[in-house]
């Protein structure tokens, strides 16, 4: 077979080849390279309180669950590049990523947070409120799908949102986008949060995955599926994180 990548050297002896896609320019390809970017690009940037947040949402014990700097670091920036006002967010945990969207935010920008657990949002409170930007937030305690169907059922909400991030339940995603396409604005986004989901999109059947991996791959592959032929949004998946599929609304 053809290809026009890097040849890789396997300890077993095997060769290997890499970046076989025609266009291929991803460079990541080890933890010191992610490392490379956190210490180059995304710390020495990183605003203090969001440093605060991140330190103190690191001794959690679901400390897995948090934005990943860099995420953060991203959020932030295109908020700014689209010039959002009206934004949401499902699934707050101790609110690194709302953090980096209510800094984004012009200061009569909202959000409407999301989150059935709200012990973990006062984690962050403090940060946030010294921070000086708590006053864009609206947090609603609870699952967030019974709030979109009352939110859809008013037709003034239709199309009102700016930007949207989804980053709760996966075996929900397909029907909070039902919803939320309705509630996007024409030329708004909706950033879909874990759609490379640990890398396990690609694990083969008998992979041995974490528990909640393994029960959440499926709905992200049918997500990820049905999101490339939904012909009301132009996408682009990106490796950031654990991979972000940003939706933008065209009809
Ligand atoms: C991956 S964490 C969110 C991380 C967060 N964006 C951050 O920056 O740290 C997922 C969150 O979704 C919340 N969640 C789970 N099911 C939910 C639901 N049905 N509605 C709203 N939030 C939910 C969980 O309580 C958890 O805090």
């Not at 991803?26 to 210490?39: G, K, M, R």
């Not at 890398?199 to 499926?218: E, H, Q, T």
């Not at 997500?223 to 599929?245: F, H, M, S």
Request: charge should be negative.
């Amino acid at each position: 077979m053809a290809t026009n990548g890097s040849e890789v050297k396997h300890q077993n002896g095997n060769d290997t080849f890499r970046h076989q896609e025609v266009g291929h320019k991803s460079l990541l390809q080890s933890d010191a390279l992610y490392q490379y970017i956190l210490e180059t690009s995304v710390y020495p940037k990183e605003p203090a309180c969001m440093k605060e947040l991140r330190e103190i949402t690191a001794k959690h014990p679901w400390n897995l669950m948090t934005t990943s700097a860099d995420e953060g670091q991203f959020l932030n920036m295109l908020i700014k590049l689209i010039n959002a006002k009206n934004t949401m967010e499902i699934g707050v945990f101790t609110g690194y990523s709302l953090l980096a969207t209510a800094l984004a935010l012009p200061e009569d920008g909202k959000i409407l947070a999301m989150d059935i657990n709200k012990e973990n949002y006062e984690i962050g409170l403090p940060v946030i409120e010294k921070a000086g930007v708590a006053h864009k937030i609206e947090f609603k305690e609870g699952p967030a799908l019974p709030v979109l169907d009352q939110m859809v059922q008013d037709e003034k909400n239709h199309g009102t949102y700016d930007f949207i991030f989804v980053d709760a339940d996966k075996d929900n995603y397909l029907n909070y986008h039902k919803r939320l396409i309705e509630l996007v604005k024409v030329g708004g986004l909706i950033g879909y949060d874990n759609t490379l989901w640990n890398g396990s999109v690609v694990a083969p059947p008998d992979a041995p995955l974490r528990k909640y991996v393994k029960f959440y791959k499926d709905f992200v592959l049918e997500l990820n599926k049905a999101l490339a032929v939904d012909p009301r949004i132009e996408i682009c998946q990106l490796p950031v994180g654990d991979g972000i599929t940003l939706c933008r609304r065209i009809s």
